[in-house]
Structures are given as C-alpha cells and as structure tokens.
C-alpha cells in the first residue's frame, strides 16, 4: 500500500503561483488579454527558441489544429491513417469529411508500419495523417520517399512529442505540417493549446490567417476560423516552460527507475527508432494478454492507483466506422498500459508500483 491518495496516469505540473500571478497582474493592468498579445506573441518565440525551429502558431487546443492543417491542404478524399492514437486523429479526418485508410502498426514502437502503406493506396489517397505514438518518431525518412512516390501530403499529429529530436532536428520540421497539443495532460502545457509548425512559408501564411477569423484587420483573405489563445494561456506556457529542463530530467529519472525495477522477462514496452532524443512523456508497457492486463489494472485500482488503457480499443474497431483489419494495432491496445508518470511521482511511489505489477504477472 502507498498512500491514500490517489495515483492517476499524469498529474498537471502547476508553476509556482507566485510565478504565475506576477504575469496576472501584468495582464490585469494593461487589459490585454488576447487578440495576438505580448504573451502569445513571447511564447511563440520562447518555444521556436527552446524547440530549436524557424517558428510556430500558437493555437486553442490540439482538436483544431489537426483540422486547420487538414483544410489548408484542400484535402477532401482518403487519407492514410493509423489505428493506433487518440480519437481526435481520427475525428480530425471524419470532421472534414475525409475517408481514413487505416495501416496497422508496427509491433516495435506502436508507430505505422511503412511496409503496409503502399499496398493501400489509391488513386483517391491524397495525403498521410500519422501520430508520433508517445513520443517515439515515425518513419519519417521513409513516410517522405513514400509521400514523394505517390505525390502525397504529410501531417503530423505530434501531440506527444513536444522537444523530441530525430536525426539531431526537431520532429516538428518533418512532414508538411505539423501539430501539438499543449493540454494539462501533455508534457508541456498552457491548460488548454496547441501549435502548427510547417516550414512551407506559403502555409504557414494562410494557417496565420486562418487562425484569425481570415483578415488581417481591413483586409480579408479566406474563411478562417478562431483559433488563437489567450494571454492568460500563454503566461501559463511561459511559466512551464522556465521549469521544462526540471521536468525532462525528473520524468527521465523515473523513466529509468521503471526500467530498472519493472520484470522485462515478462513485460515488454515501445522502442523508439535509432537517433531518437526522446522527452519522456510516455511510460507504456506491453503485457503478455488482455487478461494479464486487466489483472494488473485490478491490482493497481485495488492500491488507489490508476494506470490508462493508452490507446484503447484500436480506433478501426469504433462503432461509427466500417471496419478495416489491423490485427497489430487490435491486439496491442488490448495488453497495453500506460504507467504514471509525473513531476511530483516519487522513487518510492514508482518502486511500489512496479513491484505491485511484477507480484501480479
Ligand atoms: C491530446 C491529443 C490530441 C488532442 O489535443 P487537445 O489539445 O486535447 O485537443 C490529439 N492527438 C493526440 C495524439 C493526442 O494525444
């Protein structure tokens, strides 16, 4: 037994208040409080700066930005898919009344298996929309020379992989248009946000405009929808960010004492690809069966602790759509579990939730 409190899967990572009160009664004095301000504008140059890229749009939330990034691109038809990420990858393709194509995944690191992609398109495929799942880097070289082949757009749904490298780059500057979630959930967050990263100028143009109802005072240019944020979001940004090196490195550590403590003769877990810097957002484990599975679910809950079914059920399966097969993805986030993982977590915690797991298996 650990404690009476509650353990759930993640725990938000509050700033000090103080920290975030002298930026309230900033924003109190001017009465700014959105609209483009001081704060979205320093946190849009703060996170190119931290994530090492040319620029961003700092947005609402990571629901919008999928859609913004599928409207920018015209794309109206089928688009290739994974099964195996939150729902909003998917909704964001049905909201826009595309068709997803599901391609299973690889057993390796839950990513799209690249091998299964070009036996399932068409002359309707117009584009690829894939999760880096966790945080673990897709393909990405080989996604282009498919994307390249075929004549294909590439989005990345990067809600997991704020401040991950690929090849010493950003992962933000693969594919044609990236996103991110900056949810309470996600690793780094403004409460509710999200961004577009595309280094195609002429995109990054229309997604500005976009984002602001299409005009630029006087001056209209294209249906646009509101997806800016907040001052108050964006001091909240500001505030997480000064604290992100403390985070990586406690989330690092925990990650490392999992790894340590967990039996690894049982359990397996995501792998992500060689020159992968990787932030630590995620701690999946795989286990044997469903069954084993919802035991060490029941022993946890029984320990006031609450691991998530991160991702289940495989979104092909979902009742509003036709069924497509993608019996990797279907069986994996039937014996997947994502362990907690936060700031706060202690070594004791996490020693006692491994050995809660391993006495279960
Ligand atoms: C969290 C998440 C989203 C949605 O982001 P919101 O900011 O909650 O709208 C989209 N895709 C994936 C993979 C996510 O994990």
Redesign the pocket.
Known sequence: MISNEKILVTKTFLPPLNEYMSYMEEIFATGWLTNNGKHVVELERELAKELDIDKLLFCT????V?DMAIKVLNLTNEIITTPF??V??LNSILWRDCKPIFVDINESDCNINCDLIEEKITANTQAILV?H?YGNPCDVIRLEKIANKYNLKVIY?A??AFGVKYKGSSIFNYGDIS?C???A??IFHTV???ALFTNHSDLFDQLYKMRQFGHIYDDYYLPGINAKNSEVHAAMGLCVLNHFNEILVRRRAISELYDNTLNYNIISKPVAIPDTQYNFAYYPIILPDETTCLKVIETLNRNNIYPRRYFYPSLNTLPYLSYQECPVSERISKSVLSLPLYFELSDSEVESISSLINNSL
């Not at 939330?61 to 919008?64: A, D, P, Q, S």
Request: proline share 0%; net charge negative; charged share 15%.
């Open positions: 939330n990571g629901t919008v999928l990420s939150y909003a990858t999760t799942v749904d809600a997991h996103t979630s900056f949810h959930t996600k509710e946000g999200g």
